[in-house]
């Protein structure tokens, strides 16, 4: 089995976060530095709290991951129009952490976070703030797009070749809104699917070629259907 994993770091292309740098907050925005993915955030005059709103300068598709310089200090990454995240999240343990990817703009979107230290009784994650993705949903390609049936309430979806076509490409997928995240893989074995890396399907560089049903995209909808891939699996 071949599985193709994203990079972690942006520029050097080594799997690892690197050496870990301290920022501090100011006025709820944190600035990124040159050739750096692994944050340690200082509250704003060493408060006990602080909320962080805007981090500036990450490169666009780069990813970073952050946590709390002080476990016994309160951040909290406020989901608005610079953070685009699955609802405000809060770092205060050890262990607690987030990893974003910047879109451009000063605009990052959350990938993944990992919250350990939530303690008895604290509240978890909503279900709407769920990384769950659903039973799996059958769109068809028409001219090159897979069209949402069901208002973008699907998030697995297995793409079907246009008039069963022994392939097909796949150059959109309207109907999902900002910040949405959804997986694709085909429907069949015997039909094959190729993700094209367009305009709107913003790809690591190149096409993806799924001609097994265990073939999967991982993509973010950045809006105006336009959508970031953040990962794929060939088998």
């Given at each position: 089995m071949a599985v193709t994993w994203k990079?972690?770091?942006?520029y050097d292309e080594v799997s690892s976060w690197g050496p870990v740098s301290n920022v501090t907050?100011?006025?709820?925005?944190?600035?990124?530095?040159?050739?750096?993915?692994?944050?340690?955030?200082?509250?704003?005059?060493?408060?006990?709290a602080d909320d962080l709103d805007k981090i500036t300068?990450?490169?666009?598709?780069?990813?970073?991951?952050?946590?709390?310089?002080?476990?016994?200090?309160?951040v909290t990454l406020v989901s608005g129009t610079f953070l685009?995240?699955?609802?405000?999240f809060v770092l205060n343990g050890t262990y607690d952490n987030i990893v974003l990817v910047g879109a451009g703009s000063d605009v990052c979107y959350e990938e993944s976070r990992c919250s350990p230290n939530l303690g008895d009784g604290a509240p978890g994650y909503d279900v709407e703030d769920d990384m769950k993705f659903g039973a799996a949903h059958e769109l068809t390609?028409?001219?090159g797009v897979a069209v949402s049936d069901d208002s973008g309430a699907s998030r697995?979806?297995?793409?079907?070749?246009?008039?069963?076509?022994a392939s097909d490409d796949l150059d959109n997928i309207t109907g999902y809104a900002e910040g949405d995240a959804v997986i694709i893989s085909p429907a069949h074995d015997a039909r094959t699917v190729?993700?094209?890396d367009s305009s709107n399907l913003n790809l690591q560089g190149a096409d993806f070629t799924m001609d097994?049903?265990?073939?999967?995209?991982?993509?973010?909808?950045?809006g105006s259907d336009k959508w970031k891939e953040l990962s794929r699996s060939g088998n």
């Open positions: 990079k972690l770091a942006y907050i100011s006025g709820g925005v944190i600035a990124a530095i040159d050739n750096v993915y692994n944050y340690s955030v200082i509250t704003e005059g060493l408060a006990a300068g990450v490169p666009e598709n780069c990813r970073i991951i952050l946590r709390a310089n002080d476990p016994d200090d309160v685009k995240l699955r609802g405000d390609i028409a001219s697995n979806l297995l793409i079907d070749t246009e008039g069963d076509a190729v993700v094209k097994n049903i265990y073939d999967s995209m991982f993509l973010l909808n950045l």
